[in-house]
């Protein structure tokens, strides 16, 4: 006799709906016009990916378990052989959703989203779930324009045009070099890794302190419980000095931190970790964002940080 489970899957094609079986009780639908190949990555899991002009696509899958946590990683061919790209991405991946997972541990409730170019970062929050402020600076005027378009139907996400800094001034800003843009010039070795930073223009643009914004920033918040993103290519630790002794006000920070220094002054990692560990925050995650390709030497970490007196009780 016919499940009723089977039955549906009998009828689906009827309505214009491809059906693939994968083993009993799990079935694939898509849409009839959709080219699919299905294959087997282990007893449990498929890889199902769209082929080319009805031809499968080349390599096989491959189903890699991530140790305890039962999430299974799927890799066809192209991504076992590039080792860096996957382990960036990968890096990537678990930075954003370990950022969101901090958020919601220290119920964070405004993001300092500080060189926040056209909104990138703030676009993956909200898709990760968080739902609280985000306050974003961007001076590039380029950058600011797509930025305000992106959160304009957003109604707490609000955006400054000025970078943050040590002290209220202003100050040329390097642009040009698409999400690299700087107030620092190219050390030599920038010069080397990066083609972009062999021509640039510059803007002057407006620098504030950080202590003098956030009130602004916060008004409105019953308990604010902020989190500061820095992302301002080798500026980080100038507007971790422009919030004076209102860095005491944030629960956590990240920051890109270098091991290899793209930019003439910036810190060094061990000097920016110093710093931030001497105002009380501590590490809970560190991911390389840039990779030498010939030698595997990480250029740059995101690091991420909080204060471990501030977490909830459990």
Request: hydrophobic share 40%; charged share 25%; with cysteine.
């Amino acid at each position: 006799m016919q499940t009723l489970y089977r039955r549906l899957l009998r009828l689906l094609p009827r309505l214009g709906v491809r059906v693939t079986d994968l083993a009993p009780g799990a079935a694939m639908v898509s849409r009839s016009a959709a080219r699919l190949s299905v294959t087997a990555a282990d007893r449990s899991t498929w890889i199902v990916r769209r082929t080319k002009n009805g031809a499968p696509p080349q390599g096989e899958g491959s189903a890699v378990r991530l140790g305890d946590s039962g999430g299974v990683l799927l890799l066809d061919a192209a991504a076992r052989r590039d080792e860096r790209g996957l382990q960036l991405a990968a890096a990537e991946y678990l930075c954003t959703h370990h950022v969101a997972a901090m958020l919601e541990r220290y119920a964070v409730n405004c993001v300092f989203d500080v060189g926040a170019n056209t909104g990138q970062y703030a676009r993956r929050l909200r898709r990760l779930g968080y739902t609280g402020r985000i306050v974003s600076f961007e001076p590039a005027p380029e950058a600011f324009a797509r930025l305000e378009r992106a959160a304009a139907d957003d109604p707490d996400w609000r955006v400054h045009p000025f970078a943050l800094g040590r002290a209220d001034t202003a100050a040329a800003l390097h642009t040009g070099w698409k999400t690299m843009n700087s107030l620092l010039a190219p050390s030599d070795y920038g010069k080397g890794r990066y083609g972009r930073f062999a021509t640039s223009d510059t803007q002057e643009i407006p620098v504030r302190r950080l202590d003098g914004v956030i009130d602004e920033a916060l008004a409105g918040l019953p308990e604010p419980r902020p989190f500061l993103k820095m992302d301002t290519q080798g500026y980080d630790l100038e507007v971790f000095a422009g919030a004076g002794e209102r860095i005491a006000d944030f629960l956590g920070l990240q920051s890109e931190v270098a091991v290899l220094r793209l930019y003439e002054g910036s810190p060094s990692m061990a000097e920016s970790i110093a710093a931030y560990e001497g105002a009380g925050f501590g590490i809970t995650g560190m991911y390389p964002v840039t990779r030498e390709a010939a030698t595997g030497r990480v250029v740059e970490f995101d690091c991420v940080m909080m204060r471990a007196d501030a977490a909830p009780t459990p």
